[in-house]
């Protein structure tokens, strides 16, 4: 199986960065990093991917290690909308974790 | 763009029912979709991969004969949940896929209750 490793739960303030970690340590050479995200009753929506080098894109940045066995999610300035369940994924098949709930607060 | 509906959203059923879900790509052609099923509090687990005009490949411990997805056309496919009982109550999620597995466009999902 493609395991990732996440922490359940983040908080943050709005408008300050968020930095959403995960492990992937049995990833290998060919394998996407992939980041979804989830609201309450919503089918996942797609936030960024990524293979060797830091991707940014509308929503968000993806750091990911040198070695690739880990990567991070940045949000640069969190809304209340940003909210959510955040899914590390990698492998052609994917594979969900437990994901971390970020909170948002006002 | 990559907009993917499903229907219904929600829909109840007796138990011993059968129940149709549809999954549809609406302005891109999906040569690969993924049927998952959510239950409550849980992480979304990977029932199936489709492909147009080919059988599904289940996952382990999905049983086929109950769980019937037909991927029609490149921007249709169905899963019908066969003689529906209450442990099948849960979250259903379709996504799609144009090409690599790089990004996934996925349904809003359709909340099944078997009574």
């Known amino acids: 199986d493609a395991k990732t490793t996440q922490p359940n739960s983040m908080e943050s303030n709005e408008e300050e960065p968020v930095h959403l970690p995960c492990n992937h340590s049995t990833i290998s050479g060919t394998d996407y990093i992939h980041w979804y995200r989830q609201l309450p009753s919503q089918g996942p929506e797609y936030v960024i991917h990524g293979l060797t080098s830091n991707v940014n894109n509308r929503m968000a940045s993806l750091a990911i290690a040198e070695d690739r066995k880990s990567s991070t999610l940045i949000l640069h300035r969190a809304t209340l909308r940003d909210a959510a369940v955040y899914y590390c994924?990698?492998?052609?098949?994917?594979?969900f974790g437990t994901g971390t709930r970020l909170q948002v607060f006002p | 763009g990559a907009v993917v509906s499903q229907h219904p959203s929600w829909v109840i059923c007796k138990s011993g029912t059968s129940v149709k879900i549809e999954c549809r790509s609406l302005d891109f052609q999906a040569t690969t979709m993924f049927w998952y099923r959510q239950f409550p509090k849980q992480s979304l687990m990977l029932m199936a991969t489709s492909n147009e005009g080919s059988k599904a490949t289940y996952e382990q411990g999905v049983e086929k004969d109950k769980f019937l997805i037909n991927h029609a056309s490149l921007t249709l496919s169905t899963l019908t949940v066969t003689s529906a009982h209450p442990e099948d109550s849960s979250f259903y999620i379709c996504?799609?896929?144009?090409?690599?597995?790089?990004?996934?466009?996925f349904g809003p999902g359709t909340r099944l209750t078997v009574t």
């Open positions: 994924l990698y492998t052609d098949k994917l594979i």
């Open positions: 996504s799609a896929i144009t090409g690599g597995y790089y990004e996934q466009y």
